[in-house]
Structure formats: C-alpha cells, structure tokens
C-alpha cells in the first residue's frame, strides 16, 4: 500500500495551510496611518523562495506565481526535516 492510499481517509479533513510571503515590524502609529491603497514595502522581491507552514511547522517551500490575475504559489521544494 502507498502512503497516499494509507491516508486516503484523511482526504476529506481540512487543514490550514500558510504561505508566508515575508514579516516587518511596524509601529502601531504607522499601522493605523494605513489606509486603502496603501503600499508597505517588504524585504523579499519577486522570484524569491517563499515559506509554507502547515499547522504552524514549515513543511514546504515555494515561490510565486501569477497565472492571468490570479496568484498562487508554485510548490519548488519540501521540508524532509522532522
């Protein structure tokens, strides 16, 4: 039996899944001068690697991807690490 078929019950169970893009510290009174159409500048530029976290443990990563207007995230690698 394939790991996919031993889990194959599990298929249905929802998990959360994060991608995170990059972090800043902001102080509050900068956060609250934000406002719609706002740009907060970030550290990472495009094509960089991306970190993927499920249920808060870095599983996987990846990079960005934009397919007509829609972004997603392209899977380029996994986290064997236990």
């Not at 907060?40 to 499920?54: K, Q, T």
Request: hydrophobic fraction near 45%.
């Amino acid at each position: 039996m394939t790991p996919q078929e031993e889990i194959a019950h599990l298929a249905d169970v929802p998990i959360d899944i994060e991608v995170q893009l990059d972090q800043r510290w902001m102080k509050l009174s900068e956060i609250l001068s934000l406002e719609e159409g706002s740009i907060v500048e970030m550290s990472r530029s495009a094509g960089e690697n991306i970190d993927i976290f499920i249920g808060k443990r870095l599983c996987a990563f990846g990079e960005i991807v934009i397919i007509e207007s829609i972004m997603g995230v392209r899977i380029t690698d996994f986290n064997l690490e236990r």
